[in-house]
C-alpha cells in the first residue's frame, strides 16, 4: 500500500545519557563559533533538542587570535542568558574555555586566570599541524597550580600518529580525553575517525564533546545519532560527562 506521507525517520536515541556537553562555540562573535546572539540562541536550541540538558560552552582562547580573557567570556554569557529567558529556552549553559597551548599560555597558567570546567578542569588544545612544544611543561605546570588538564579531540593530532603510546603518556601525565563526537562519524576524515573509535576501544576516553560551531556541526550530529555503535556505546561506556 502507497503512503503519501514519508515516514519521519527520527534516532531512537538522543544524548540525554551524557547530559553536559562541554565543549562548544556558542558565545557571540569572540571566536569561530556563534557570530551574533541570534544565531547562539538557535544553536544552543539545536543541542537542547538533541538530548542535552547543560551546556559549558568553550571559546577559544589564543594569543594571536581570539584573545579571549574570563570578562570578555562571561559577559558573552550574560547576553547568552538574557536572550535565552526571552526566547523561553529553558537550559544551564554556563562557560569555560579552549586553550591553545601557545606561548602566552604559561603566562595564563602563572596568572591562575583560567576560566575552568567543574572540579578545575582545564580545557586545551594543540596546534594541528605540530604538537605544542611546551606540552609536558604546561600539563605539569597546570597541575601544580591545581588544574586538571583535559585535551581537546586528541583524536585530531595526525602527528600523535594514532599510536596508543602517545594517548597512554598523555593520561599517565594526568590528561583526561575529550573526544569529538563528529569525529565518530568521520566528519574529520577516515584517519581521524579510526583513532576516535581505536580510543573509546581501548577505553581512553574521558569525556565527548560536541565542539559545536555551527549549524552544520548540529546536522552532522543528528547523523551521529544514527550510527549502529552508537547506542551500545552511550550504553556501556561510562562517560565523565554527567559529573560535570
Ligand atoms: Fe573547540
Known amino acids: 500500500m502507497f503512503s503519501f506521507f514519508k515516514k519521519q525517520t527520527k534516532p531512537s536515541i538522543d544524548f540525554s545519557v551524557l547530559k553536559t556537553d562541554m565543549h562548544s562555540h556558542l558565545i557571540p562573535g569572540i571566536d569561530d563559533g556563534a557570530p551574533d546572539v541570534d ?30 580573557t574570563p570578562e570578555i567570556i562571561q559577559k558573552g554569557l550574560f547576553e547568552v542568558r538574557q536572550a535565552l529567558e526571552v526566547a523561553g529556552i ?45 606540552l609536558d611543561n604546561y600539563i605539569f605546570q597546570l597541575q601544580l597550580k591545581g588544574y586538571q588538564p583535559v585535551m581537546a579531540h586528541p583524536e585530531r593530532y595526525v602527528y600523535l600518529k594514532s599510536d596508543l603510546k602517545n594517548y597512554t603518556r598523555l593520561k599517565e601525565q594526568g590528561c583526561s580525553l575529550q573526544v569529538n563526537l563528529l569525529s565518530l562519524l568521520g566528519y574529520y576524515g577516515s584517519q581521524v575517525k579510526d583513532t576516535a573509535w581505536k580510543l573509546l576501544k581501548h577505553k581512553m576516553v574521558d569525556y565527548l564533546g560536541t565542539d559545536l560551531h555551527h549549524a552544520q556541526h548540529a546536522a552532522q550530529l543528528k547523523k551521529v545519532l544514527e550510527l549502529p555503535k552508537l547506542a551500545r556505546l552511550l550504553k556501556e561506556y561510562e562517560f565523565a560527562n554527567a559529573t560535570l
Open 39 to 68: 544565531t547562539a540562541v538557535s544553536l544552543i536550541k539545536e543541542l537542547q533538542d538533541l538530548g542535552f540538558r547543560k551546556l559549558i560552552t568553550t571559546p577559544h582562547v589564543m594569543a594571536d587570535l581570539y584573545p579571549n
Open 90 to 134: 529553558d537550559i544551564e549553559v554556563d562557560v569555560a574555555a579552549e586553550y591553545l597551548m601557545d606561548e602566552a599560555f604559561g603566562e595564563k597558567i602563572e596568572q591562575e586566570n583560567l576560566l575552568t570546567l567543574p572540579g578545575n578542569r582545564v580545557l586545551v588544545e594543540m596546534s594541528f599541524v605540530s604538537p605544542a612544544p611546551n
